[in-house]
């Protein structure tokens, strides 16, 4: 910290040691985008102009297991604060447990999720208390960075858009109680969307409200103005483009021109906050879903048609919006430090392969039970768990129901694909005919049930698409099979439960069988002379996620609309590099390509 304490307050405008100061800001989530480019981001947003950078921070990543708790790498938030302060920039922190942002459950960790009867973000003891604990670990890190303390942090937002959630005033104030009481005494803000009952749901005395919106910025400004109490005007999410989901057909894309018009007038009467500056990637299992008439999960690429590219790339509106804000301020001279490239490393082959079956048991430990489980209640969070049974009762597998089931099963029958479902299809009764094999072999020397050593295996293999991170079915999100499976008109019992996170990837054994058509890994090698951020091009392949040098880089989807993953190069090394690629549908080819240029749709 530079040690200069400063006043920062609110009145008719920002101001900063008694001068007024205009709030220039770019979104840049640091949990988005490998530490080794966050100064080359941060650089970038300095020489648009910004004079703040704004990011929220994840409650899920910081604590992924109750009482578990990370900082550093990726989520090393005081390393990112610092960085920003070296540049001379200002920091916006917004830190409720709930934010949003496209990303998995909203930011809130899906263990919360086990404990029967949880309510989320109302006046709810056991939800505040477990608020509280986090509060306790992570605010102790961000207080001292405030410029109160002689740091950049400026302000500081309660919630995230609770008028669109729900009206608890009560939650409100008990959450900015928690807040000051640890040692926040910076300005708070909220944020919400730009209307009457958004707004009368989510203010709260003593925190300035903002308004979140990307176009008719007279007018939404003009609204917000009845509720500053003559308090300056700011949009904290100025929305310069969109996010993509599976399957809607093409990467969002912002109108240019009109963007261009709606930023000169925001900064002619108020404060921005860009939203999305860079969006990033959501890398692993962390992409948000929504859902309103049916699921729609988010892509992992959070290109978000945003001022820089995924990958960090200057843009036409990065161009543009420099000449805006240069009518505001001055622009500084910033030299880029970051050597950055991008790199074409051509065509893999696969190098080995084993079906997930053969290699299972390395993986998890199976957990026995009478009834299927959630995720959730079996202590996971993310990626997929696979249920296995016998169908010992039934003569032939002719309707299948999944009750409480979440997102997108696989099913197999002694490894022979049976059906794909998704969505409200597991809400559904389906016929199915399979015809069920038995062998009826005698078993020598032995007066055990000849019938029950033939009884056809059953895998059903769920995959959490992501959690929905919006409005009140967030409530609902637990994962997996969360009440029974229904076989033939009656409830099926026992059950073996394997829980599959792929956190352990190196446990693969590639010496197990691999039988085609099944759920599948694949291994790819390269070699690398020269390190540079590359784009996997998963042409042919079907669905699944992809792991480099065992770091998880996504998923994929052949429904689009992205079609290639980013790599950034500081996940490479020189010399030998690994890909695995894990698969789900049985669709696959024998290659992927490295290339020099995204394709997100």
């Known amino acids: 910290m530079n040690g200069k304490v400063s006043h920062f307050e609110i009145k008719d405008t920002f101001y900063l040691d008694g001068k007024p100061l205009k709030i220039i800001s770019g979104a840049f989530h640091y949990f988005r985008t490998v530490p080794e480019y966050w100064q080359d981001r941060l650089e970038k947003l300095k020489a648009l102009g910004c004079n703040t950078v704004e990011t929220y921070i994840p409650w899920n990543m910081h604590e992924p297991k109750k009482g578990e708790y990370h900082f550093e790498g990726i989520l090393d938030v005081e390393k990112f604060i610092k960085l920003a302060e070296d540049l001379g920039l200002y920091v916006i922190i917004r830190p409720s447990p709930y934010i949003c942002a496209e990303w998995e459950f909203g930011g809130l960790p899906a263990w919360l999720l086990a404990e029967e009867g949880m309510k989320l973000r109302v006046n709810y003891g056991p939800f505040l208390k477990h608020v509280e604990d986090y509060y306790k670990v992570l605010l102790p890190k961000i207080t001292p960075w405030q410029v109160t303390n002689g740091g950049p942090v400026i302000m500081m937002q309660v919630e995230n858009e609770y008028g669109y959630y729900a009206n608890d005033t009560t939650y409100l104030e008990a959450m900015r109680k928690l807040m000051t009481d640890l040692g926040v005494n910076v300005p708070l803000v909220t944020s919400d969307g730009p209307y009457k009952e958004s707004l009368n749901a989510g203010k709260l005395p003593g925190a300035l409200p903002t308004g979140n919106f990307g176009s008719r910025t007279e007018e939404r400004f003009g609204l917000l103005q009845q509720y500053t109490d003559g308090g300056p005007l700011m949009c904290t999410e100025f929305w310069v483009g969109w996010f993509d989901h599976w399957g809607n057909g093409g990467h969002m ?71 805006v804000i240069g009518k505001y301020t001055e622009i500084p001279e910033v030299e880029f430090t970051t050597k950055i490239l991008r790199k074409s490393y051509g065509t893999l082959h696969i190098q080995e392969k084993v079906s997930l079956s053969s290699t299972l048991e390395k993986l998890s430990a199976p957990v026995e039970s009478v009834f299927p489980q959630s995720m959730e209640r ?109 076989i033939n008109g009656h409830m099926h019992n026992h059950w073996q439960q394997y829980t599959l996170p792929l956190d352990n990837i190196e446990k693969v054994d590639f010496a197990g069988e691999y039988k085609a058509g099944t759920p599948a890994f694949y291994k790819f090698n390269f070699q690398v002379d020269e390190v540079g951020d590359t784009f996997l091009d998963f042409e042919g392949w079907g669905k699944g996620c992809v792991f480099v040098n065992g770091f998880n880089i996504g998923r994929f989807w052949e429904i689009g609309p992205q ?26 080819t024998e290659k992927i390509t490295l290339k020099d240029e995204p394709d997100i749709g």
């Open 378 to 486: 079996l202590g996971q969070n993310y990626g997929y768990i696979l249920y296995r049974t016998k169908l010992h009762s039934e003569e032939n597998l002719g309707k299948i129901k999944l009750w409480g089931a979440n997102d997108r099963v696989n099913i197999l029958v002694d490894d022979k694909p049976v059906v794909t479902l998704y969505d409200r299809e597991l809400l559904e009764e389906h016929q199915l005919d399979y015809e069920l094999q038995r062998k009826e072999e005698p078993v020598r020397g032995s007066d055990v049930d000849v019938a029950s050593q033939n009884h056809p295996v059953m895998d059903i293999l769920v995959e959490n698409m992501g959690r929905v991170n919006f409005g009140p079915r967030m409530d609902l999100q637990r994962k997996g099979i969360d009440h029974c499976v229904q």
């Open 563 to 588: 079609k290639r993953l980013y790599i950034p190069g500081p996940l490479l090394k020189l010399g030998e590099n690994e890909i695995i690629v894990f698969e789900t549908d049985g669709k696959v």
């Open 253 to 323: 894309r912002g109108n240019l021109e009109e963007s261009v018009k709606d930023l000169d007038k925001m900064l002619e009467m108020g404060h921005v906050n860009i939203y999305m500056f860079e969006g990033g990637t959501n890398f692993g299992f962390m992409n948000g879903s929504n859902y309103y008439d049916e699921l729609t999960p988010d892509v992992t690429s959070y290109d978000y048609d945003a001022v820089l590219s995924e990958d960090g790339q200057i843009t036409e509106k990065y161009r543009r919006y420099r000449e």
